[in-house]
């Protein structure tokens, strides 16, 4: 793709939840949208057959939530992704 075209695609909106991002989806032409700085990403495909419980102070917790939010995930999501990150070293 040349510079010029890459300048005149759109950059590609944030969404606060994954519904927005499926709506967008399921009614953009994905044609017209820059996915250059888009990373690769992992989903949960392996079942989650262990529960953990986990104590954690109420500063924690919601820091977790409020960054959990920002990801557009739910909080446990969020605290799985969390470490795999750790574990894969990509943090």
Request: net charge neutral; aromatic share 10%; glycine share 4%.
């Amino acid at each position: 793709m040349s510079k010029e075209t890459h300048k005149s695609l759109k950059k590609f909106p944030k969404f606060k939840s994954d519904k927005e991002a499926e709506d967008f989806v399921d009614t953009a032409d994905l044609s017209e949208y820059d996915f250059s700085e888009f990373k690769p990403m992992s989903f949960e495909f392996e079942p989650k057959d262990k529960a953990v419980t986990l104590r954690l102070s109420s500063s924690l917790l919601e820091a977790v939530k409020i960054n959990a939010g920002k990801e557009g995930i739910p909080y446990q999501r969020y605290i799985r992704h969390v470490l795999e990150k750790m574990i894969h070293g990509a943090v």
